[in-house]
Protein backbone atom coordinates (compact mmCIF):
# COMPACT_ATOMS: atom_id res chain seq x y z
CA UNK A 1 0.00 0.00 0.00
CA UNK A 2 1.67 3.46 -1.19
CA UNK A 3 -0.96 5.18 1.41
CA UNK A 4 -1.51 3.47 4.34
CA UNK A 5 -5.23 3.02 4.94
CA UNK A 6 -7.61 4.25 8.06
CA UNK A 7 -9.41 2.72 9.90
CA UNK A 8 -11.49 3.03 13.58
CA UNK A 9 -11.68 -0.06 15.57
CA UNK A 10 -15.49 -0.57 17.97
CA UNK A 11 -14.92 -3.43 20.62
CA UNK A 12 -16.06 -2.90 24.04
CA UNK A 13 -12.84 -5.99 25.03
CA UNK A 14 -9.93 -3.92 25.75
CA UNK A 15 -7.61 -7.24 25.14
CA UNK A 16 -9.32 -7.96 21.75
CA UNK A 17 -9.29 -4.25 20.86
CA UNK A 18 -5.47 -4.22 21.65
CA UNK A 19 -4.57 -7.16 19.22
CA UNK A 20 -7.05 -5.95 17.12
CA UNK A 21 -4.72 -2.69 17.00
CA UNK A 22 -1.12 -4.52 16.70
CA UNK A 23 -2.38 -6.87 13.72
CA UNK A 24 -3.46 -3.45 11.53
CA UNK A 25 -0.20 -1.66 12.98
CA UNK A 26 2.19 -4.53 12.12
CA UNK A 27 0.35 -5.02 8.47
CA UNK A 28 1.21 -0.87 8.24
CA UNK A 29 -2.91 0.07 8.70
CA UNK A 30 -3.37 3.10 10.61
CA UNK A 31 -5.43 3.05 13.16
CA UNK A 32 -7.34 6.71 13.95
CA UNK A 33 -9.75 5.57 16.26
CA UNK A 34 -10.41 2.48 19.08
CA UNK A 35 -14.21 3.24 20.65
CA UNK A 36 -16.02 0.93 23.04
CA UNK A 37 -19.61 1.13 21.67
CA UNK A 38 -21.85 1.65 18.67
CA UNK A 39 -22.46 5.18 19.32
CA UNK A 40 -18.87 6.40 19.64
CA UNK A 41 -18.39 4.27 16.41
CA UNK A 42 -20.68 6.35 14.64
CA UNK A 43 -19.85 9.78 16.30
CA UNK A 44 -15.62 8.19 15.11
CA UNK A 45 -16.41 7.38 11.69
CA UNK A 46 -18.39 10.86 10.67
CA UNK A 47 -15.28 12.95 12.29
CA UNK A 48 -12.81 10.97 11.01
CA UNK A 49 -13.50 9.72 7.68
CA UNK A 50 -11.48 6.47 7.59
CA UNK A 51 -11.27 3.92 5.15
CA UNK A 52 -12.90 1.31 6.93
CA UNK A 53 -14.37 0.33 10.12
CA UNK A 54 -13.90 -2.87 11.92
CA UNK A 55 -17.30 -3.57 14.49
CA UNK A 56 -18.02 -6.18 17.35
CA UNK A 57 -21.79 -6.83 17.46
CA UNK A 58 -22.88 -6.94 21.23
CA UNK A 59 -21.72 -3.58 22.77
CA UNK A 60 -22.88 -0.94 24.83
CA UNK A 61 -25.38 2.16 24.50
CA UNK A 62 -25.76 0.85 20.58
CA UNK A 63 -25.34 -2.54 19.37
CA UNK A 64 -22.96 -2.85 16.31
CA UNK A 65 -25.24 -4.34 13.75
CA UNK A 66 -27.57 -0.66 14.36
CA UNK A 67 -24.09 0.75 14.26
CA UNK A 68 -23.07 -0.73 11.15
CA UNK A 69 -26.60 -0.08 9.55
CA UNK A 70 -26.71 3.77 10.42
CA UNK A 71 -22.93 4.20 8.92
CA UNK A 72 -23.63 2.36 5.69
CA UNK A 73 -27.04 3.81 5.61
CA UNK A 74 -25.23 7.36 4.89
CA UNK A 75 -22.66 5.31 2.59
CA UNK A 76 -20.12 6.99 4.78
CA UNK A 77 -17.17 4.05 5.08
CA UNK A 78 -17.10 -0.20 4.43
CA UNK A 79 -18.27 -2.39 7.43
CA UNK A 80 -16.34 -5.40 8.40
CA UNK A 81 -18.08 -7.13 11.82
CA UNK A 82 -15.46 -9.00 14.40
CA UNK A 83 -17.82 -10.95 16.72
CA UNK A 84 -17.44 -14.28 18.66
CA UNK A 85 -20.73 -15.16 17.36
CA UNK A 86 -21.00 -17.61 14.16
CA UNK A 87 -25.32 -17.89 14.17
CA UNK A 88 -26.66 -17.82 10.66
CA UNK A 89 -29.26 -14.96 11.78
CA UNK A 90 -26.65 -12.62 13.16
CA UNK A 91 -24.93 -13.00 10.24
CA UNK A 92 -28.07 -12.70 8.45
CA UNK A 93 -28.59 -9.15 10.40
CA UNK A 94 -25.17 -8.12 9.31
CA UNK A 95 -25.67 -8.35 5.91
CA UNK A 96 -29.05 -6.92 5.94
CA UNK A 97 -27.21 -3.98 7.90
CA UNK A 98 -24.75 -3.18 4.73
CA UNK A 99 -21.48 -4.93 6.34
CA UNK A 100 -19.39 -5.98 3.56
CA UNK A 101 -17.74 -8.86 6.29
CA UNK A 102 -18.01 -11.30 9.15
CA UNK A 103 -15.26 -12.07 10.76
CA UNK A 104 -15.47 -14.58 14.16
CA UNK A 105 -13.29 -14.08 16.14
CA UNK A 106 -10.03 -15.25 17.10
CA UNK A 107 -8.97 -13.00 14.24
CA UNK A 108 -5.89 -13.57 12.55
CA UNK A 109 -3.91 -11.63 10.15
CA UNK A 110 -4.73 -14.25 7.16
CA UNK A 111 -8.47 -13.42 7.30
CA UNK A 112 -8.67 -10.23 8.28
CA UNK A 113 -6.32 -8.71 5.90
CA UNK A 114 -8.18 -9.51 2.95
CA UNK A 115 -11.51 -8.90 4.33
CA UNK A 116 -10.41 -5.37 4.93
CA UNK A 117 -9.48 -4.93 1.31
CA UNK A 118 -12.09 -7.10 -0.28
CA UNK A 119 -14.30 -4.51 1.57
CA UNK A 120 -12.57 -1.30 0.79
CA UNK A 121 -13.03 -2.38 -2.93
CA UNK A 122 -16.38 -3.32 -2.74
CA UNK A 123 -17.32 -0.26 -0.83
CA UNK A 124 -15.82 2.01 -3.73
CA UNK A 125 -17.55 -0.62 -6.60
CA UNK A 126 -20.96 0.47 -5.15
CA UNK A 127 -20.58 4.50 -4.44
CA UNK A 128 -19.66 4.49 -7.91
CA UNK A 129 -22.15 2.67 -9.52
CA UNK A 130 -24.34 4.62 -7.11
CA UNK A 131 -23.10 7.82 -8.06
CA UNK A 132 -23.63 6.46 -11.36
CA UNK A 133 -27.56 5.79 -10.72
CA UNK A 134 -28.07 9.30 -9.09
CA UNK A 135 -26.40 11.13 -12.04
CA UNK A 136 -28.68 9.20 -14.83
CA UNK A 137 -31.60 9.69 -12.29
CA UNK A 138 -31.00 13.47 -12.14
CA UNK A 139 -30.28 13.80 -16.00
CA UNK A 140 -33.81 12.09 -16.80
CA UNK A 141 -35.46 14.13 -13.78
CA UNK A 142 -34.24 17.46 -15.81
CA UNK A 143 -35.48 15.90 -19.06
CA UNK A 144 -38.85 15.57 -17.60
CA UNK A 145 -38.95 18.99 -16.22
CA UNK A 146 -37.45 20.65 -19.47
CA UNK A 147 -39.97 18.30 -21.75
CA UNK A 148 -43.08 19.86 -19.18
CA UNK A 149 -42.21 23.46 -19.38
CA UNK A 150 -41.35 23.02 -23.15
CA UNK A 151 -44.85 21.80 -23.59
CA UNK A 152 -46.64 24.91 -21.53
CA UNK A 153 -44.56 27.01 -23.41
CA UNK A 154 -45.92 25.69 -26.99
CA UNK A 155 -49.64 26.13 -25.48
CA UNK A 156 -48.96 29.38 -24.25
CA UNK A 157 -46.89 31.10 -27.30
CA UNK A 158 -48.31 28.82 -30.10
CA UNK A 159 -44.36 27.47 -30.70
CA UNK A 160 -42.75 24.61 -31.64
CA UNK A 161 -41.08 22.12 -29.80
CA UNK A 162 -37.56 24.06 -31.03
CA UNK A 163 -38.27 27.37 -30.26
CA UNK A 164 -39.89 26.31 -26.64
CA UNK A 165 -36.14 24.95 -26.27
CA UNK A 166 -34.83 28.24 -27.37
CA UNK A 167 -36.67 29.88 -25.03
CA UNK A 168 -35.53 27.85 -22.16
CA UNK A 169 -32.22 28.22 -23.14
CA UNK A 170 -32.02 31.71 -23.55
CA UNK A 171 -33.95 32.42 -20.16
CA UNK A 172 -31.51 30.05 -18.63
CA UNK A 173 -28.50 32.19 -19.74
CA UNK A 174 -30.13 35.93 -19.36
CA UNK A 175 -30.80 34.65 -15.37
CA UNK A 176 -27.40 32.79 -15.01
CA UNK A 177 -29.30 29.73 -14.23
CA UNK A 178 -29.71 26.03 -15.28
CA UNK A 179 -32.46 24.49 -17.42
CA UNK A 180 -33.94 22.87 -14.75
CA UNK A 181 -34.36 25.70 -12.28
CA UNK A 182 -35.89 27.70 -15.74
CA UNK A 183 -38.36 25.06 -16.20
CA UNK A 184 -39.46 24.67 -12.96
CA UNK A 185 -40.11 27.97 -13.30
CA UNK A 186 -42.15 27.79 -16.09
CA UNK A 187 -44.27 25.04 -14.73
CA UNK A 188 -44.41 27.03 -11.41
CA UNK A 189 -45.85 30.17 -13.01
CA UNK A 190 -48.22 28.88 -15.08
CA UNK A 191 -50.98 30.60 -14.75
CA UNK A 192 -49.02 33.67 -15.52
CA UNK A 193 -49.06 34.91 -19.19
CA UNK A 194 -46.28 37.68 -18.01
CA UNK A 195 -43.13 36.39 -20.75
CA UNK A 196 -40.08 38.70 -21.28
CA UNK A 197 -40.85 40.47 -25.02
CA UNK A 198 -37.21 39.29 -25.79
CA UNK A 199 -38.32 35.32 -24.99
CA UNK A 200 -41.38 35.71 -26.90
CA UNK A 201 -39.13 37.02 -30.03
CA UNK A 202 -37.07 34.66 -29.68
CA UNK A 203 -39.64 32.22 -29.54
CA UNK A 204 -40.62 32.99 -32.99
CA UNK A 205 -37.49 32.80 -34.85
CA UNK A 206 -37.09 29.81 -37.24
CA UNK A 207 -35.16 27.00 -36.77
CA UNK A 208 -31.92 26.97 -38.17
CA UNK A 209 -31.17 25.52 -41.12
Known amino acids: MTQKRRVVIAEDEAVIRLDLTGLLEDAGYE ?9 AAIEAVEQLHPDLILMDVAMPILDGVTAAA ?39 PASLLPSIEVAIARFEQLNQLATEVETITERLEVRKVVDRAKGLLMTRLG ?24 SQGVIEDRKSTRLNSSHVALSRMPSSA
Request: glycine share 4%; with cysteine.
Open 70 to 108: RITERRLCPVVMVTAYSQVELVERAADAGAMGYLVKPVS
Open 159 to 182: IDEPAAFRWLQKAAMDNRSSMKAV
Open 31 to 39: VVAAVTDGQ
